[in-house]
């Protein structure tokens, strides 16, 4: 399965935000919850700036993808 984030639409670049937003947010909760019950498991405590840090780190993943996009060329992009 492939989720296309950048796509080409008349010879551009072209950002399909709803599923980047759903992206972003999908891996922030994800990562964030993952790193806050591994730091709770391993510490017996629960930690709002280690779930917080998970947030950070899902939308940088999210926000590279979206850059890698944008730096392909439109010619190699999948038809939107």
């Known amino acids: 399965m492939q989720i ?3 796509g080409e639409r008349n010879g551009k670049a072209v ?3 709803p599923h980047f937003l759903v992206l972003s947010l999908a891996l922030s909760l994800v990562i964030g919850i993952g790193i806050g019950a591994v730091f709770f498991l391993l510490a017996g405590q629960w930690s709002h700036t280690s779930t917080l840090f998970g947030i ?3 939308a940088g993943i999210a926000g590279l993808g979206l850059i890698q996009g944008l730096r392909t060329a439109p010619g ?3 038809l939107l």
């Open 4 to 6: 296309v984030i950048v």
């Open 15 to 17: 950002v399909r935000w």
């Open 56 to 58: 950070v780190i899902g």
């Open 76 to 78: 190699k992009l999948p």
